[in-house]
Nanobody, 124 residues
Framework: QVELVESGGGLVEAGGSLRVSCAAP????????MGWFRQAPGKEREFVAF????????YYADSVKGRFTISRDNTKHTVYLQMNNLKPEDTAVYYC?????????????????WGQGTQVTVSS
């Protein structure tokens, strides 16, 4: 069992920056690839970014590429999502998840554990 706790969400103006964090205080954090997803009201959960277990490989959704950066610190059991040049359409609840197995990191069903989510709101 892996417990994931997100933090760092909030309200920011368009063009601003925000960093959300996901802590995994127990379990084998460094063994898992980690992903960030988001879900806006009335929409399906959407893949945002992925980082492998060593932090040596990352992958992004086209909608955030060049604006968002995923990183991790295995000594702190924490994964981060730095979000720059935020847009109103980035408004959503952001979730981190621990990757299990499967071919596509964009598929939420390939993740075994999820955090409770943190709200990010971007005003225009």
């Amino acid at each position: 069992q892996v417990e994931l706790v997100e933090s760092g969400g909030g309200l920011v103006e368009a063009g601003g920056s925000l960093r959300v964090s996901c802590a995994a205080p127990g379990g084998t954090f460094s063994s898992n690839g980690m992903g960030w997803f988001r879900q806006a009201p009335g929409k399906e959960r959407e893949f945002v970014a992925f980082i492998n277990n060593r932090g040596s490989s990352t992958y992004y959704a086209d909608s955030v590429k060049g604006r968002f950066t995923i990183s991790r610190d295995n000594t702190k059991h924490t994964v981060y999502l730095q979000m720059n040049n935020l847009k109103p359409e980035d408004t959503a609840v952001y979730y981190c998840a621990a990757y299990g197995e499967g071919l596509r990191v964009e598929n939420p069903t390939n993740y075994d554990y999820w955090g409770q989510g943190t709200q990010v709101t971007v005003s225009s």
